[in-house]
């Protein structure tokens, strides 16, 4: 049993025995099972977890133009998420904040995916 902290919170959590315990260190990054919360394998230093849930492997190569219809939402979905990663510096010239996000909604089918893609293409 190890004490393993998560956002200033400690909790006890079962070491599977094929866990090397040399290589658990107080700033080790580790892998919890998802249901039984066990160590299951400690990471190497260079994984930063909150890093690589974020990479994408690859750019999507879905462009608005590739979406048809939805000329106002794409509009809106340009102008809330688009322009503040692309141009922040406008936001700072006028003293505005700018949009936190966007939340899309609706059946499957609408576009909702092809419209998040469309705005990865554009701006990685």
């Given at each position: 049993?190890?004490?393993?902290?998560?956002?200033?919170?400690?909790?006890?959590?079962?070491?599977?025995?094929?866990?090397?315990?040399?290589?658990?260190?107080?700033?080790?990054?580790?892998?919890?099972?998802?249901?039984?919360?066990?160590?299951?394998?400690?990471?190497?230093?260079?994984?930063?977890?909150?890093?690589?849930?974020?990479?994408?492997?690859?750019?999507?190569?879905?462009?608005?133009?590739?979406?048809?219809?939805?000329?106002i939402q794409k509009q809106e979905i340009r102008e809330a998420v688009e322009l503040p990663l692309t141009h922040f510096e406008l936001y700072k010239q006028i003293g505005i904040d700018p949009p936190r996000g966007v939340l899309m909604y609706g059946p499957p089918g609408c576009g909702k995916t092809m419209l998040a893609k469309a705005v990865a293409h554009h701006t990685t």
């Open positions: 049993i190890s004490d393993v902290s998560t956002s200033g919170s400690n909790y006890y959590v079962r070491i599977l025995s094929t866990i090397d315990r040399e290589l658990l260190k107080p700033s080790s990054s580790v892998a919890l099972h998802k249901h039984s919360n066990a160590l299951v394998d400690v990471l190497p230093p260079e994984a930063d977890s909150s890093i690589s849930m974020l990479r994408a492997d690859e750019k999507p190569d879905v462009k608005y133009a590739d979406i048809g219809g939805l000329d």
